[in-house]
């Protein structure tokens, strides 16, 4: 992607767009979504994170709920917001994965 996605809004756009454009592409994020990712921002996903992509039908729809929180900021959010992180997709894309891995365990 030659556009860098700030926001996961951004992200999650530019990765609508692009596989909107290349049906190769598309299908590589259904059939083996993070294998896509990692090859595609040059980035390897922390062990044991999980990334779900998934289509759309005439039939079926989907909602994603955020993760419930406890009030407390992660030790990478703080990071963010101090500043500290890097400003770069890879890892935009390994900060929003480590919320998304924080659902799931």
Do not use: W
Request: glycine share 6%; hydrophobic share 40%.
């Amino acid at each position: 992607m030659s556009q860098t996605a700030t926001t996961r809004k951004e992200f999650e756009a530019a990765l609508i767009a692009k596989a909107q454009a290349d049906r190769a592409f598309r299908q590589a994020l259904l059939n083996n979504s993070s294998a896509t990712i990692e090859k595609e921002f040059g980035v390897t996903l922390r062990a044991g994170a999980e990334l779900k992509v998934v289509e759309e039908t005439a039939t079926s729809n989907y909602l994603v709920l955020p993760a419930a929180t406890s009030g407390e900021l992660l030790d990478s959010e703080l990071k963010a917001a101090s500043g500290g992180a890097r400003s770069d997709i890879g890892q935009k894309l390994q900060f929003m994965l480590n919320e998304a891995n924080s659902i799931y365990n």
